[in-house]
């Protein structure tokens, strides 16, 4: 019989994988801290579901005329909703956790200035989701709503259902939240030199045409919430590129004064 090693006993393999394992085992760790942030969350609001609905479909039901309601076409309807929403508010709320979460997992792996950058981009970037949903729920809807209910017929009563409403707005808030991201997009893109200022200025009536056919795709088909996406999407744009503008000045006082 041959003494030749097996595969098995072979060892310059071995460095390689033992990270890689490690790496796989603590992404999990990561995750499944995530997952139970979420369900923690979850069951501490699950008491208050039916009060979370109620304050999201506020905005609607304070233009409904006096003594209408909210309808459930479908016999589980009524405890979905409110369950999905509440669900969603969890991971909602459990954002910076996970985030938290991700940066540990990747902050090894990164140099310094990388992570000089990365907390403000990451803190930046949460609160403007949160703002774009803040901003869809306390500007959007009641102008959006109000449209909605006053344009229809005299003749016909408003009976929304429940579970339709919900993905409506649940829509409008994520449309809303990454719609709100376009500064760290733009400011990523100058930083990492895929673009430069000159470039996307000049670009400015692309990008407009873009932020409506955009507004057009992630909102219900009609103009004044397509508007209501797509000019706070061009002004943020905007934003971006001055903030572009001032890292690009920086950067260059930095060498001239390493000159």
Same mark, same amino acid.
């Given at each position: 019989m041959s003494d030749a090693p097996s595969p098995r006993d072979k060892t310059p393999e071995d460095p390689p994988q033992a990270p890689l394992i490690e790496h796989l085992i603590e992404l999990r760790s990561r995750l499944m801290r995530a997952v139970v942030a979420v369900l923690v969350i979850f069951l501490g609001l699950y008491a208050f579901s039916n009060d979370i609905y109620t304050f999201v479909a506020d905005p609607l039901m304070a233009l409904l005329p006096e003594g209408s309601q909210m309808i459930a076409t479908e016999v589980a309807s009524p405890f979905l909703a409110?369950?999905?929403?509440?669900? *969603? !508010?969890?991971v909602f709320v459990a954002v @910076?956790? #996970?985030?938290? =979460?991700?940066?540990?997992?990747?902050?090894?792996? +990164?140099?310094?200035?990388?992570?000089?950058?990365?907390?403000p981009l990451l803190v930046s970037s949460v609160l403007l989701f949160y703002g774009g949903a803040a901003f869809a729920y306390y500007a959007v809807f009641p102008l959006l709503f109000d449209f909605f209910v006053h344009t229809g017929p005299e003749n016909v009563a408003v009976m929304t259902d429940i579970n339709q409403y919900l993905n409506f707005v649940l829509k409008l808030f994520f449309a809303f939240g990454v719609a709100f991201e376009i500064p760290i997009a733009t400011f990523l893109m100058i930083w990492t030199g895929a673009t430069t200022v000159e470039s996307l200025s000049r670009k400015r009536p692309y990008i407009i045409l873009g932020?409506? *056919? !955009?507004?057009?795709?992630?909102?219900? @088909?009609? #103009?004044?919430? =397509?508007?209501?996406?797509?000019?706070?999407?061009? +002004?943020?744009?905007e934003i971006g590129i001055l903030f572009g503008r001032i890292v690009r000045r920086r950067r260059q006082q930095e060498e001239e004064d390493a000159d």
């Amino acid at each position: 019989m041959s003494d030749a090693p097996s595969p098995r006993d072979k060892t310059p393999e071995d460095p390689p994988q033992a990270p890689l394992i490690e790496h796989l085992i603590e992404l999990r760790s990561r995750l499944m801290r995530a997952v139970v942030a979420v369900l923690v969350i979850f069951l501490g609001l699950y008491a208050f579901s039916n009060d979370i609905y109620t304050f999201v479909a506020d905005p609607l039901m304070a233009l409904l005329p006096e003594g209408s309601q909210m309808i459930a076409t479908e016999v589980a309807s009524p405890f979905l909703a409110p369950f999905k929403l509440t669900l *969603v !508010v969890a991971v909602f709320v459990a954002v @910076p956790f #996970v985030l938290h =979460q991700l940066w540990a997992f990747i902050a090894p792996g +990164l140099y310094e200035n990388e992570k000089v950058l990365a907390v403000p981009l990451l803190v930046s970037s949460v609160l403007l989701f949160y703002g774009g949903a803040a901003f869809a729920y306390y500007a959007v809807f009641p102008l959006l709503f109000d449209f909605f209910v006053h344009t229809g017929p005299e003749n016909v009563a408003v009976m929304t259902d429940i579970n339709q409403y919900l993905n409506f707005v649940l829509k409008l808030f994520f449309a809303f939240g990454v719609a709100f991201e376009i500064p760290i997009a733009t400011f990523l893109m100058i930083w990492t030199g895929a673009t430069t200022v000159e470039s996307l200025s000049r670009k400015r009536p692309y990008i407009i045409l873009g932020c409506f *056919v !955009v507004g057009m795709l992630m909102t219900p @088909p009609d #103009v004044i919430s =397509q508007s209501l996406l797509a000019v706070p999407m061009w +002004l943020l744009y905007e934003i971006g590129i001055l903030f572009g503008r001032i890292v690009r000045r920086r950067r260059q006082q930095e060498e001239e004064d390493a000159d």
